[in-house]
């Protein structure tokens, strides 16, 4: 195996999705002290940020094996193989009324093959559960993509009280071994299902 095959494989592909659109979210905020936080650990992962609301998507869909409009398949043009070429993913959502923000699943709908056997973890922020309902839910719905989620996640409660002026949790030695924990596990997976994927294809 050459240097550069072997740099390929030790780093493991993380897509960051930022999933609140709507004014004066707290998302980017939060992606910013997660990928601080993951960069203080030697962790061996790559981040591509997809900012939600720089990802205008349509709400309708076309047929399955229809074409979308020329709009939507440019959208998907450039962040479809960005997906694609993840390993694994990490979902940073708010909690919307007991559940997570329309555009997540807008863009989980708009993709399949893309999600498949790749790991998942969260970050989640809102309110008094931390965005853990909005979790619970998401991991319903990718476990219909064929995804695997990791166990451990990362729960801020109260972002606009549990996060200073500089975008850090006040618990933040809480919040960094949660994050170090959740990053643990996804590394794990992450690296064990593309294994799996280049000995066996996975057909979902």
Do not use: C
Not at 8 to 30: C, F, M, Q
Request: aromatic content about 8%.
């Amino acid at each position: 195996m050459s240097a550069n095959e072997t740099a390929v494989d030790e780093t493991l592909r993380v897509a960051v999705v930022i999933g609140s659109v709507r004014e004066g979210r707290r998302g980017p905020a939060v992606a910013d002290w997660f990928l601080s936080a993951a960069a203080s650990h030697d962790t061996g992962l790559r981040f591509d940020v997809i900012d939600l609301a720089e990802v205008p998507l349509p709400l309708t869909l076309p047929d399955w094996g229809g074409t979308p409009d020329p709009t939507a398949a440019a959208v998907l043009a450039e962040v479809g193989p960005r997906l694609a070429a993840a390993d694994a993913f990490v979902i940073v959502t708010p909690e919307y009324n007991h559940s997570f923000p329309a555009a997540v699943k807008n863009l989980i709908d708009w993709h399949r093959p893309q999600w498949q056997a790749k790991a998942v973890g969260f970050v989640s922020y809102g309110g008094v559960s931390g965005g853990l309902r909005a979790v619970e839910q998401l991991r319903l719905v990718f476990a219909e993509m064929h995804a695997v989620t990791v166990r451990d996640s990362v729960s801020l409660h109260g972002p606009w009280s549990g996060l200073g002026p500089d975008g850090v949790p006040r618990d933040a030695a809480v919040t960094e071994s949660a994050a170090k924990n959740m990053l643990g596990q996804l590394d794990w997976w992450g690296r064990a299902l593309r294994t799996a994927r280049a000995t066996r294809p996975y057909e979902g």
